[in-house]
């Protein structure tokens, strides 16, 4: 069994299943392009790329509408589907009901980019296997986020026998935000965006892979020390970590509230569908009490 593990003196943060993004807007429904900055498609152009999906913008007079309108009852669905459609635009009907108002409409709606990129730019050099469309059904691809380095793994979808292989790695250095999108159904939805001004846009597993990792990106990065902790936040820890299996790895962070996040994961249990999960994930106040999540907190 093959599974990654950070070097000596480097600290694990998170590693969830993520991918690149799929647009969820009737007009861009099921798709996804790689693009540079004057909005051309670029994945013809990216190195050692193999050939994906092609896709189109549906548009609001697309040949299921007009095939629809042959029908005597059609016509009415015509109609219902056209306003439909024309709400779309905004987020507020449909598929995209349930996504809120986009944020980018032009990158959400009118179109869904999940790569902007200059020649040249980080964003390049991201690995294909992150692309569903592209990498076969068998496989997963994991993001790691260590105190020092952001990594690409990749993986079989085999609990037993993962095979981990490292595909993409660049320093936290390279890394200038993590931003959770949420016009995205499940609120999985994230946007990395490089120092250069190149960015991705990924979606995890579930939410708590987005979660986890765009937490694990924040700069500064607010780890505390348990000797640093009150004495009633330390008896908190204590009980906790009563609860688990001792090796692991216990990380504490102040979140911007003043309230403080404590998990606990094994690096060594990797499931392929979502990551390394947290076995402990508990919020509390200054004297250890359990806390209610505020904005940003988890």
Request: one cysteine or more.
């Amino acid at each position: 069994m093959t599974i990654w593990q950070p070097e000596p003196g480097e600290t694990l943060l998170a590693r969830r299943s993520v991918s690149f993004a799929t647009g969820e807007a009737t007009a861009v429904s099921g798709m996804r392009w790689f693009r540079d900055t004057e909005r051309r498609d670029i994945q013809n152009e990216l190195q050692d790329w193999p050939e994906g999906p092609h896709f189109a913008v549906r548009s609001k007079g697309d040949a299921r509408l007009r095939k629809a309108g042959k029908f005597g009852a059609g016509a009415l669905l015509v109609g219902v589907l056209g306003v439909l459609e024309s709400l779309a635009g905004s987020g507020s009907t449909g598929n995209v009901a349930r996504l809120g108002d986009p944020e980018e409409p032009e990158n959400e709606v009118e179109d869904f980019p999940v790569m902007w990129a200059a020649p040249g730019t980080l964003a390049r050099t991201l690995p294909w296997q992150l692309d569903p469309g592209r990498r076969p059904d068998t496989d997963r691809t994991h993001m790691v986020v260590t105190d020092k380095r952001v990594l690409v793994l990749g993986l079989l979808d085999n609990e037993e026998d993962p095979q981990d292989e490292v595909l993409w790695e660049t320093k936290r250095s390279t890394i200038a935000a993590a931003r959770r999108m949420k016009f995205s159904r499940n609120k999985t939805h994230f946007k990395m965006v490089f120092t250069d001004g190149s960015w991705c846009r990924l979606e995890g597993q579930n939410q708590n892979c987005r979660n986890d990792i765009t937490r694990a990106l924040e700069d500064p990065l607010l780890l505390v020390d348990s000797d640093d902790l009150t004495q009633g936040q330390q008896e908190t820890v204590r009980k906790l970590l009563q609860t688990v299996e001792p090796g692991g790895n216990l990380l504490i962070s102040r979140r911007p509230s003043g309230n403080f996040y404590v998990t606990y994961h094994h690096s060594d249990r990797v499931a392929p569908f979502h990551g390394i999960g947290n076995e402990i994930f508990h919020l509390m106040g200054p004297n250890g009490e359990p806390m209610k999540p505020q904005e940003g907190d988890i």
